[in-house]
């Protein structure tokens, strides 16, 4: 791996889903994505790295930056595209920066995956003054995930909305760990779980022994 470079996160996203298409828009500071877009999002560490590697892949593709987080310990890069070779080119060209592969990067951990059913309704109001996507209300089921590194997050909510029929109610993509909130029936929010777990622990890279800043 480069000289005091981590690849911490990087993966790619082939379809958005509706959902978390319209989350990502809600929060981006950069610019918004679309349904059915392909998007890239790299998280390294040190976090100003990251400056460098939007500059080479906006130099050498087309893709459209959606979010840039740059923080001390770690900076996170989303861009995405209508045209799926532009988004592998752009992932192509943050490896070349690094003079990695993508091998190199940090295998995802599943470190909590939690459903509380009959969800009550004070509880769905302390989540939903919080969400920045949909609404859970009373009496439904709701997923929380938390995933190490954080980028993750964005690959497995999507592959739960794929899976089920559930609403994305806020995600966190960014920092010492990625979480999730999901709402819906029992059945799909199980369904929705499933899809995190499978998509997660096919995603090959070095060992991931736990984030060594917390």
Known sequence: MAAGIELRTFTLIDVLQPQTASFVATIARGFMPLEGQAALLVEVAPGMSI??????VLKQT??????????????????????????????????????????????????????ITGIQGYHTMLI????????????????????????????????????ANIKVLEMITFGAFGRIWLGGDEENIAQAAAAIEKVLSTIDGRENKGDRSV
Do not use: C, W
Not at 51 to 56: E, K
Not at 78 to 85: A, C, I, M, N, R
Not at 95 to 105: K, N, V
């Open 51 to 56: 400056n460098n590697v939007t500059d080479a």
């Open 62 to 115: 087309n893709v459209i930056p959606g979010m840039q987080i740059v923080e001390r310990a770690f900076g996170m890069l989303e861009v995405h595209s209508s045209d799926q070779g532009q988004v592998r080119a752009a992932a192509d060209a943050v490896l070349d920066h690094y003079g990695i592969t993508a091998q190199e990067r940090m295998k995802p951990r599943l470190m909590t995956s939690q459903t």
């Open 128 to 163: 939903n003054r919080m969400r920045h996507g949909d609404m859970i209300l009373e009496g439904q089921t709701m997923l929380t995930v938390e995933v190490h590194p954080a980028g993750y997050a964005l690959l497995a909510t999507n592959e739960a909305e794929k899976a």
